[in-house]
């Protein structure tokens, strides 16, 4: 189909009639182009601007890389170096990861220059934190919004749980005391009702043999496990 179209030059404001060729039929709002180099045959693009001002439909975006941002704060472009950015903020940054990954895996930096990010042994499943060797606390003079299920050290070096001290962490902080020696395998009992102080018993655990030994001053029984809940003697 071939349709005269007026141009406007800038001659004196005189008009020209060039006649363009048409594609046949063509669809709602799409933006058309050039077909070929001649400057005479148009076609339709394949992509439609809506009535909401949206570019419907692309595949992808080429970019002529730029030296600086030429538009405002939510223009993508792309610098002399492929970098893409939104306004003037870089998107992605190059970060490398690693080839395969652990479900819920949390992912830390593998390097100090924020380059690359590596797949770490401890997972999040179902909101707990699963393959933690240990955690390293950072001391606080003052308890940092402590709830009743906070654990966190003071400024002494002693492990809190909420308010509450818990004892015998870092040199022994307990005030539960045991005797000046012990025998191997013996269960320690109280020495008495005050719960602060313990003694060896003497009841001994022989855990090879799965047998427990009872000392008294005339004699020796020795107890031992039967495989099917019995005890033996």
């Not at 349709?3 to 363009?20: A, D, E, F, R, V």
């Not at 058309?32 to 975006?61: E, M, R």
């Not at 042994?121 to 060797?133: H, S, W, Y």
């Not at 906070?150 to 962490?169: F, I, P, Q, R």
């Amino acid at each position: 189909m071939r349709k005269n179209i007026i141009n406007q030059t800038g001659n004196h404001g005189l008009s020209t009639i060039t006649t363009i060729n048409t594609p046949p039929t063509s669809s709602d709002r799409e933006i058309v182009i050039w077909n070929g180099t001649s400057a005479n045959t148009i076609q339709g693009g394949g992509i439609a601007i809506t009535t909401d001002g949206v570019i419907d439909a692309p595949t992808g975006i080429t970019y002529e890389p730029v030296v600086e941002n030429p538009g405002g704060d939510f223009t993508t472009w792309v610098d002399e170096e492929g970098q893409l950015f939104v306004g003037e903020h870089p998107v992605g940054g190059g970060i490398a990861g690693p080839d395969v990954t652990t479900q819920g895996a949390i992912a830390t930096w593998t390097y100090a220059d924020g380059t690359a990010i590596s797949n770490n042994g401890v997972i999040i499943d179902e909101d707990f934190l699963r393959g933690v060797q240990g955690v390293q606390i950072i001391p606080h003079m003052e308890p940092p919004e402590v709830t009743g299920y906070t654990v966190w050290v003071n400024g002494e070096g002693k492990l809190m749980y909420g308010s509450n001290e818990v004892g015998g962490v870092g040199g022994g902080s307990g005030d539960v005391v045991g005797p000046e020696s012990s025998t191997a395998n013996a269960i320690a009992t109280y020495a008495d009702a005050t719960g602060k102080v313990i003694q060896s018993g003497s009841f001994r655990i022989y855990k090879p043999t799965n047998q427990l030994m009872v000392i008294s001053e005339n004699a020796i029984n020795i107890i031992k496990f039967q495989g099917n809940g019995n005890i033996g003697i």
